[in-house]
C-alpha cells in the first residue's frame, strides 16, 4: 500500500548549518507530495508541496524536489535557525494524506 | 477568527463520560477530516467528510462517532473511551478542486486524556 518513510529522529543542528531530511515514499499512480510542519503546541503547518515530478516546492528558504526515479522528496534548507526547532512530516496523497513518522528537529544557538 | 479552529484544546475524561470535540473552519471549505496523533505512530485519518458526507471512515471504532451538519463544522463525539484513545486529535480541511482535494489546512488539536 501507499507509505512515507521519514529519516528517523531527532535531529539537533546548530544555527547556521545546512539541513536535509529525507523523505521516500511509494505509491500506486503519481501522487502529490508535501512537507508540512509542526511548532509547538500548535497543529500541522503546509510548508510546501509538489505536484508533479521534477517540480520544486520552496518556502521561508526550505527546498524540496519531487525525484520519480527515486521516489523521493528530501527537504533541504542552507541555513537553520533556532526558529525552525520543530517536528517536520512529510506526506503524499491528495484527498486522502499519508503522513511519514515525523522528525523531531532542534537547533541550538 | 481565521482557518481552523478546535475546542477544547484540552479535555480530560474518565472512560464512562461522554464528550465531544469541535472543529470549525473558516476558510469556505467543503472537506474536512479528523486525525489522531499520537506518541510515536504517524497520523492516523480517522474520517473524511466531502460536501458534509462521509467518505472514509478507516475502521474506527464506534466509541468515535463524527458529525458534520455542515460544512463549516464538524465534530467527534466520544463515548466509553479506552486510555489507550489518549492522543492530539487533529482536525484540517480542504477543498475539493477538479476531482481532487488542495492541501489540506489542520486546526491546533484537542489534546485528549482518558482516565
Known amino acids: 500500500g501507499d507509505s512515507v518513510t521519514q529519516m528517523e529522529g531527532p535531529v539537533t543542528l546548530s544555527e547556521e548549518a545546512f539541513l536535509t531530511i529525507n523523505c521516500t515514499y511509494t505509491?500506486?499512480?503519481?501522487?502529490?507530495l508535501f512537507w508540512y510542519v509542526q511548532y509547538p503546541g500548535e497543529g500541522l503547518q503546509l510548508l510546501l508541496k509538489?505536484?508533479?515530478?521534477?517540480d520544486k516546492g520552496s518556502n521561508k528558504g526550505f527546498e524540496a524536489t519531487y525525484r520519480k526515479e527515486t521516489t523521493s522528496f528530501h527537504l533541504e534548507k542552507g541555513s537553520v535557525q533556532v526558529s525552525d526547532s520543530a517536528v517536520y512530516f512529510c506526506?503524499?496523497?491528495?484527498?486522502?494524506?499519508?503522513f511519514g513518522q515525523g522528525t523531531r528537529l532542534t537547533i541550538n544557538p | 477568527e481565521t482557518g481552523v479552529t478546535q475546542t477544547p484544546r484540552h479535555l480530560v475524561m474518565g472512560m464512562t463520560n461522554k464528550k465531544s470535540l469541535k472543529c470549525e473552519q473558516h476558510?469556505?471549505?467543503?472537506?474536512m477530516y479528523w486525525y489522531k496523533q499520537s506518541a510515536k505512530k504517524p497520523l492516523e485519518l480517522m474520517f473524511v467528510?466531502?460536501?458534509?458526507?462521509?467518505?472514509e471512515n478507516n475502521s474506527v471504532p464506534s466509541r468515535f462517532s463524527p458529525e458534520c451538519p455542515n460544512s463549516s463544522h464538524l465534530f467527534l463525539h466520544l463515548h466509553t473511551l479506552q486510555p489507550e484513545d489518549s492522543a492530539l486529535y487533529l482536525c484540517?480541511?480542504?477543498?475539493?478542486?477538479?476531482?481532487?482535494?488542495?492541501?489540506?489546512?489542520f486546526g491546533p488539536g484537542t489534546r485528549l486524556t482518558v482516565l
Open positions: 509538489a505536484t508533479k515530478a521534477d
Open positions: 467528510y466531502s460536501l458534509e458526507e462521509r467518505v
Open positions: 476558510l469556505g471549505h467543503n472537506a
Open positions: 506526506a503524499q496523497g491528495a484527498q486522502k494524506l499519508v
Open positions: 505509491a500506486t499512480g503519481y501522487p502529490s
Open positions: 484540517a480541511s480542504s477543498q475539493l478542486a477538479g476531482g481532487g482535494y488542495n492541501e489540506q489546512f
